[in-house]
C-alpha cells in the first residue's frame, strides 16, 4: 500500500513537471512572439496567463485526472488563475529581479524565464494539489 502511494505520488510529481514544461514553453513562445511590441514585462504578464491557460488544461486532464475541484469548470480555472498567481508572483519576480540585475538575462530573458519557473513551480503544486485538486474521483 505504502509503496503504490509513492508511485502515485511520483506520477502525479512527473505529470505535474510535464505541465511545468508545456507552461514554461508557452511562457517563452509568447513572451518572445510580444516583446518586442509591448516590452518585456507586459509581454511576460501577457505570456504567464496563456501559460495558466495551457497548465490548467493538462493539468486536469492529466495531472489530477483522479481528482476533482467540486467546481465547474469556470469557476475551477478562476480559482486556478488566482492560486497560480501567487506562484506567478514568485515566478515574475525572479524574473523581473533577474532582468533588471543582469544583462546577460536581459538580452536572454529565456533565462530568466527558467529561474521564475523553478521558483513558483513549488507554490503551485501545493496549491493545486490541496486547495483545488483535493478531492478523490469516485
Not at 57 to 62: C, E, G, K
Not at 109 to 132: D, E, H, I, Y
Amino acid at each position: 500500500m505504502e509503496s503504490n502511494r509513492m508511485g502515485q505520488a511520483a506520477a502525479g510529481l512527473f505529470w505535474f513537471g510535464m505541465a511545468g514544461l508545456i507552461g514554461f514553453l508557452v511562457d517563452t513562445g509568447v513572451l518572445y512572439l510580444l516583446k518586442e511590441a509591448f516590452g518585456l514585462y507586459l509581454a511576460r504578464v501577457g505570456s504567464f496567463l496563456c501559460a495558466v491557460v495551457s497548465t490548467w488544461l493538462f493539468n486536469r486532464a492529466i495531472t489530477f485526472r483522479g481528482r476533482r475541484s467540486g467546481h465547474s469548470k469556470t469557476r475551477e480555472f478562476g480559482l486556478y488563475l488566482a492560486l497560480m498567481t501567487i506562484g506567478g508572483s514568485v515566478n515574475y519576480g525572479v524574473f523581473a529581479l533577474l532582468v533588471s540585475s543582469s544583462p546577460l538575462v536581459a538580452s536572454r530573458p529565456v533565462l530568466g524565464v527558467a529561474a521564475g519557473s523553478l521558483g513558483g513551480m513549488a507554490v503551485n503544486l501545493l496549491t493545486s494539489r490541496f486547495l483545488l485538486f483535493r478531492f478523490r474521483q469516485e
